[in-house]
């Protein structure tokens, strides 16, 4: 545990040295390691105790949101390219994409200053968890960890499907991805089911992902619009809503029937999978 959030650090770093050279791939490995070293907090989070785990968690936090606007300036883009054209809305369309491309390249010359000034905050935090980690860690209190993500992602998924809002949903794309770096963790070494497990939880944050990104694309052209940087847009917007609401449902389908509904018995699966 301890050389994986290390490694994960280490990743944030390299990350963060290639931005110069290439910006857009640097944020999104620089985001990526630094998911994956809450998601080994949050699986520590039972042995660390709640205090300790809030304060590592806080910094990463930290460094990660300051990424938002690098990131979100290039998946708005992707995303807003990926929707099907109409005709109608063509002129739309352009104004939105000559908008996003403006603000992906004035926040793309500031990458390599804001990753710097997150790793600067994050540097002691490996040091902090070998001193915090109680060196009697086992497997037993890894598998505390995992039940207690996969108790989180059910009741995320529970009230998903109860109140059927974005911020739900979201919620519920995070509880996955977190849980799937935490099986990803001991996948690389495990068995066949394993790194299936970890596949599959993989393509689940992947298409929540997808739907999680119209929705900020449709917020976010209705916030231009509504502050006169764009014209009127309902029906570009109105169409991004209905592929978002399309997908929702099949997805929310999916992982009620993924794995086992019992948090302890997914854990104790994992850990023997893991061999």
Same mark, same amino acid.
């Given at each position: 545990m301890l050389l994986a959030f290390s490694r994960a650090i280490g990743a944030a770093r390299r990350a963060a040295r290639g931005a110069a050279a290439d910006p857009v791939a640097a944020v999104h490995e620089y985001r990526k390691s630094l998911r994956?070293?809450?998601?080994?907090?949050?699986?520590?989070?039972?042995?660390?105790?709640?205090?300790?785990?809030?304060?590592?968690?806080?910094?990463?936090?930290? &460094?990660?949101?300051?990424?938002?606007?690098?990131?979100?300036?290039?998946v708005l883009l992707a995303t807003l390219r990926a929707v099907p054209a109409a005709a109608e809305d063509d002129l739309e369309r352009h104004a939105i994409e000559v908008a996003l491309e403006l603000e992906q390249r004035r926040s793309l010359a500031e990458t390599s200053e804001i990753l710097a000034r997150g790793l600067r905050s994050l540097a002691p935090l490996p040091g902090a968890l070998e001193i915090t980690l109680d060196p009697e860690f086992s497997t037993r209190d890894l598998e505390r960890g995992f039940a207690r993500s996969r108790r989180r992602e059910?009741?995320?998924?529970?009230?998903?499907?109860?109140?059927?809002?974005?911020?739900?949903?979201?919620?519920?794309?995070?509880?996955?991805?977190?849980?799937?770096?935490?099986?990803?963790?001991?996948?690389?070494?495990?068995?066949?089911?394993?790194?299936?497990?970890?596949?599959?939880?993989?393509?689940?944050?992947?298409?929540?992902?997808?739907?999680?990104?119209?929705?900020?694309?449709?917020?976010?052209?209705?916030?231009?619009?509504?502050?006169?940087?764009?014209?009127?847009?309902?029906?570009?917007?109105?169409?991004?809503?209905?592929?978002?609401?399309?997908?929702?449902?099949?997805?929310?389908?999916?992982?009620? &029937?993924?794995?086992?509904?019992?948090?302890?018995?997914? &854990?104790?699966?994992?850990? &023997?999978?893991r061999g």
């Open positions: 994956r070293a809450r998601a080994l907090i949050a699986v520590l989070s039972p042995s660390l105790g709640k205090k300790a785990a809030r304060g590592f968690v806080r910094r990463l936090q930290a &460094a990660f949101r300051t990424t938002s606007a690098l990131r979100d300036a290039d059910r009741r995320a998924l529970e009230r998903a499907r109860e109140t059927q809002t974005d911020e739900d949903l979201h919620e519920w794309r995070k509880r996955v991805k977190e849980l799937r770096y935490q099986v990803e963790l001991l996948a690389s070494t495990g068995s066949r089911q394993l790194k299936k497990r970890e596949k599959v939880l993989g393509e689940l944050a992947q298409e929540l992902g997808d739907v999680t990104d119209l929705i900020l694309l449709e917020r976010e052209i209705a916030r231009r619009e509504r502050s006169g940087e764009i014209p009127a847009t309902a029906g570009l917007r109105d169409g991004i809503q209905r592929i978002a609401r399309a997908r929702s449902p099949k997805i929310r389908e999916r992982g009620e &029937a993924l794995f086992e509904d019992n948090p302890k018995l997914f &854990a104790r699966r994992v850990i &023997a999978e």
